[in-house]
């Protein structure tokens, strides 16, 4: 067997492979839900998913929730893709049924900037101290005056110096 | 100026600590109460439909509900029946709607507690996202003109439910004839 043929055969299993494991992926999320009328991608469900929060979990998104909820909002997610709406306004749908709070990265308006300002406020804050504090420390000393030490300091030395045994 | 910038700066820190921590994180305040709700059409348990399209000009009481939802769905199912059955000649709906649950188990629970009252399924979860449900279980007061007034999370008690439903009966309805019709009927 040539060369070329090995190439060819190896190229043919990954090529193979590859394709099953597109169609183990497409089941799995088959099996999540059964797929609405439209056709809709599964990534484009899952951008919407994972930019909210499932409401009876603690911290994670409605993409990596397991829970019942988040399946029936992926549901619910996959339905409205499928009807036409573009991924804002489902987004909007579910802001406006629980708040702002649904969303995992807060949108940077009103008091939510605060948010997105605060870490760079911080940081900015943080270099200046420390610009501060390094030319503090680097800053050249003055040098001694002028006739070294102070003549009452030098008096006293002297004294002490000729009244040790 | 540069040794007070420090002690300054906990200031805000501190201030936020504390806001944040005498806030309840569970009570997150219903974006829906004072809109319409959302209309919606189930079937209950029993095969008949439930729509509350048909129930405007009533005061409606939606309580969302599981049958693994312990113990507070079992604390409060007795004063579901009880304020059904002091209220249900006076104009008031209350409908039960079981949310990411079995239907045996549904049905057993409505069973044992023998609620008379329409109890429906909500299969893929929609009306629950619809009035932005986070649990079990969830009551929302909807007046008669169909806006929603009250959303309280947790057990409902006699006294809760009877001071909104008397309040939302005391304000005029939108078509005057429901209330001659509830005499009448």
């Known amino acids: 067997m040539s060369h070329r043929w090995v190439v060819r055969i190896l190229v043919v299993a990954v090529v193979a492979g590859g394709g099953l494991g597109a169609q183990s992926a497409t089941a799995d999320a088959a099996q999540d839900r059964p797929p609405a009328a439209g056709t809709v991608n599964a990534d ?122 | 100026m540069w040794k007070w910038l420090i002690p300054l700066s906990v200031v805000p820190v501190i201030a936020l600590l504390a806001y944040g921590f005498r806030v309840n994180p569970r009570d997150i305040p219903s974006p829906l109460v004072g809109r319409p709700a959302a209309p919606f059409a189930l079937r209950t348990f029993d095969g008949a439909p439930v729509m509350l399209e048909s129930l405007r000009g009533r005061v409606v009481v939606l309580n969302f509900w599981a049958s693994w939802c312990s113990p507070a769905c079992y604390d409060e199912a007795p004063t579901l029946e009880r304020s059904w059955r002091s209220y249900r000649g006076r104009g008031v709906a209350l409908v039960g709607i079981a949310i990411q649950d079995k239907q045996e188990a549904s049905q057993k629970f409505i069973s044992d507690f023998s609620l008379s009252f329409p109890n429906a399924p909500d299969p893929d979860g929609k009306v629950s996202v619809d009035y932005g449900v986070y649990g079990v279980p969830e009551t929302f007061f909807i007046d008669r003109t169909g806006r929603i007034r009250l959303k309280h999370a947790g057990p409902i008690s006699d006294e809760l439910f009877r001071t909104e439903v008397e309040k939302l009966l005391g304000e005029p309805a939108l078509d005057p004839s429901v209330d001659s019709q509830e005499k009448g009927g």
């Open chain 1, 44 to 165: 484009a469900v899952r951008e919407v998913a994972a930019q909210l929060r499932c409401v009876v979990c603690q911290n994670l998104s409605v993409a990596d929730s397991p829970s019942e909820m988040a399946n029936q909002m992926r549901g619910i997610i996959r339905d409205r893709l499928a009807a036409g709406e573009p991924p804002e306004q489902v987004v909007q749908y579910f802001v406006d049924k629980y708040g702002e709070w649904i969303l995992l990265a807060p949108r940077g308006r009103g008091f939510n900037m605060m948010v997105w300002a605060a870490p760079v406020v911080a940081v900015l804050a943080g270099l200046i101290a420390v610009g501060v504090l390094l030319r503090r420390w680097t800053r050249p000393r003055p040098a001694p005056r002028a006739g070294g030490i102070d003549p009452v300091l030098r008096e006293r030395i002297r004294r002490e110096l000729e009244s040790e045994p």
